[in-house]
Each structure stands twice: as C-alpha cells, then as structure tokens.
Nanobody, 114 residues
Framework: QVQLVESGEGLVQAGGSLRLSCAAS???????MGWYRQAPGKERELVAR???????NYADSVKGRFTISRDNAKNMAYLQMNSLKPEDTAVYYC?????????WGQGTLVTVSS
C-alpha cells in the first residue's frame, strides 16, 4: 500500500505563496491524487484533485489561486498556493485514491497571517 508524506509546512503573510509537496512511497501512476484541508473547528474539505490522466478540479474558494500537479516519474504530487488568505489556514492533507483504496498523509500545517 502506498504511503504519503507531506512537506512544505509554513507561516506566510496574506498575499504570499507556498508550495506543498506529497511524496509517495511507490508509484502513483494509477492513483487520483488530492489535497484536502481541515481548519480548526471545521470539517475536512477537498481543496483540489488531479486524476490519473491529469484532469483537475478545485474548490471554488481556491480556484485561480491554487494549482495541483503531479510528477508520476518522481511519485510526487504538489499544491502551489498563491495569493494566500488567512482563511486558507489549515492542516493540509495529501490523499491518494485508487478504486476502493484510499490513503492519507499525516498532514502539514499552513498558517497565513493577516
């Protein structure tokens, strides 16, 4: 089973940028990869997803600001976050999904100060 490790945790000012990385322990070629986030006191929500054939979809709140990508050769997924807002503050989780199998990373904290 694939294991996921996120990196890119940081504190950034509003308007700034941050890039999150998700390293997989084996090939992600067949997996849909996603980024989710959970803010304090809120439920986990989908931020962005990229399918195995690189089709993407985004939460309305991040469209035009965030970009999800993948590099199958490196077993990596990324989330480029621009124009960050304080409401983007959350723990961000990487997710890999293949048929009925779903795997989560441990999460990485993003804090955006106003």
């Amino acid at each position: 089973q694939v294991q996921l490790v996120e990196s890119g945790e940081g504190l950034v000012q509003a308007g700034g940028s941050l890039r999150l990385s998700c390293a997989a322990s084996r090939s992600i070629f067949d997996y849909a990869m996603g980024w989710y986030r959970q803010a304090p006191g809120k439920e986990r929500e989908l931020v962005a997803r990229i399918t195995s054939n690189s089709m993407t979809n985004y939460a309305d709140s991040v469209k035009g600001r965030f970009t999800i990508s993948r590099d199958n050769a490196k077993n990596m997924a990324y989330l480029q976050m621009n124009s960050l807002k304080p409401e983007d503050t959350a723990v961000y989780y990487c997710n890999a999904r293949w048929i009925a199998l779903e795997v989560w990373g441990q999460g990485t904290l993003v804090t955006v100060s106003s």
